[in-house]
């Protein structure tokens, strides 16, 4: 135990150490420097496995048992600056596969995005998907398809251009059924928007609030009206979409069923609004992505999105996390999912916030692949707002 000391004098012997391990860490980038122009002149890779974990290892070992943890996170954090340092020279001279699609597509791909195209959707006109294309497009010439599987075919066989698909709720969380044919079809992410989704019960004219009992609607939107279903005792009915719901009742000869729908929809199939607003929350919005077959990186794209697969091993995800966090790269959405046939290993979903042009930008993709088993590009672009 130490004899009661003044803070000021603590903070001052802090101060000094603090210092200390500054001149130490610019010494050691420093060598970064060195190491990174000796792997340029002998064409080496910027991450040595062998070697990290060696260092790693002798480190720990010599660290007491109670600052053990700590010690490996400091000096992983050490390891993930002095890599992206490498990287970022190496960026410059030898740039990646993947960063070389990127800055062809960024000289190829036209200044404004098109006001007119082929897209597909999937559900019926009506649809909450139909709203987004209708935002990102000034004039969509819209195909419908019966499942979110539809659209990404669509665009992949050249039917369509684009294809519109919702991936994420502000209330009910992601649409995993589309994060899970994401890792089953190719294609990229061009631009992104967001739509308030206002959920409304429809029935036939006529009907009576009290002779509905079941109630039809997409999964999302009845995940997101559950309190008002409950409260009104109704029977919940998954179907593809809000607005194959609506037309579902429209075309039903029942007198006992509604919709969750938008408003728009009780026009377009005749119904009426019995009760509107109802979903539990009033900021309820759904995000759409316009995927293509091509890559397209439009001027002003300031988000990314990547696929990435990390080893089964305790401390991966954290090199990941790392390395964006060296880079100062913010991450506003992390998603995982299981991968079909690998017991126990996840695809790892990341939206990052950076601009394509920025010096780190090129750096993370020019060095990510160090810090993961699989890493897969799927876009730059930016969000309608």
């Known amino acids: 135990m130490h004899p009661m000391e003044d803070l000021s004098d603590i903070r001052h012997e802090i101060d000094d150490i603090d210092n200390a391990i500054l001149d130490l860490f610019q010494q050691r ?38 600052l053990r943890t700590y010690t490996e996170v400091l000096f992983q954090l050490l390891m993930e600056a002095s890599r992206a340092r490498q990287g970022q020279r190496l960026a410059q001279e030898h740039a990646p596969q993947t960063l070389a699609a990127i800055d062809r597509a960024c000289e190829t791909t036209p200044g404004l995005f098109p006001r007119e195209a082929y897209v597909a959707c999937q559900g019926v006109e009506g649809a909450y998907s139909q709203f987004a294309a209708d935002r990102i497009f000034k004039h969509p010439l819209i195909s419908y398809f019966e499942s979110f599987e539809g659209v990404f075919r669509a665009v992949e066989t050249d039917f369509s251009r684009y294809g519109v698909l919702p991936i994420e709720n502000s209330t009910a969380g992601s649409v995993n059924k589309v994060y899970d044919l994401m890792m089953q079809h190719d294609f990229h992410i061009v631009r992104t928007t967001r739509v308030k989704i206002d959920h409304n019960l429809l029935a036939k004219p006529g009907t009576a609030i009290e002779q509905i009992h079941d109630v039809y609607s997409h999964e999302q939107a009845i995940n997101q009206c559950a309190g008002f279903i409950e409260r009104m005792g109704l029977t919940p009915h998954v179907v593809e979409n809000t607005a194959m719901a609506a037309k579902s009742v429209a075309d039903s000869d029942r007198t006992d069923v509604a919709a969750l729908s938008s408003r728009a929809c009780a026009q377009l199939y005749g119904l009426d609004v019995l009760m509107r607003d109802v979903q539990d929350r009033d900021d309820n919005y759904t995000r759409f992505a316009c995927i293509s077959k091509s890559l397209e990186v439009y001027p002003g794209a300031d988000r990314t999105s990547l696929m990435i697969v990390v080893d089964h091993r305790p401390g991966t995800l954290f090199k990941v996390l790392a390395k964006f966090y060296a880079l100062d790269i913010n991450i506003i959405k992390l998603e995982s999912r299981p991968i079909p046939g690998r017991d126990f290993e996840f695809m790892f979903y990341f939206d990052v916030e950076c601009p394509v042009t920025a010096p780190e930008f090129r750096t993370l993709m020019a060095t990510i692949g160090d810090a993961c088993e699989e890493c897969r590009y799927l876009g730059s672009y930016s969000e309608v707002l």
């Not at 060195?34 to 660290?63: F, I």
Request: charged share 35%.
């Open 29 to 66: 980038m420093d060598c970064a420097e060195r190491v990174a122009a000796y792997k340029r002149a002998n064409n080496l890779p910027v991450l040595d496995r062998s070697r990290e974990r060696e260092h790693m290892a002798a480190l720990a070992g010599k660290a007491p048992e109670d």
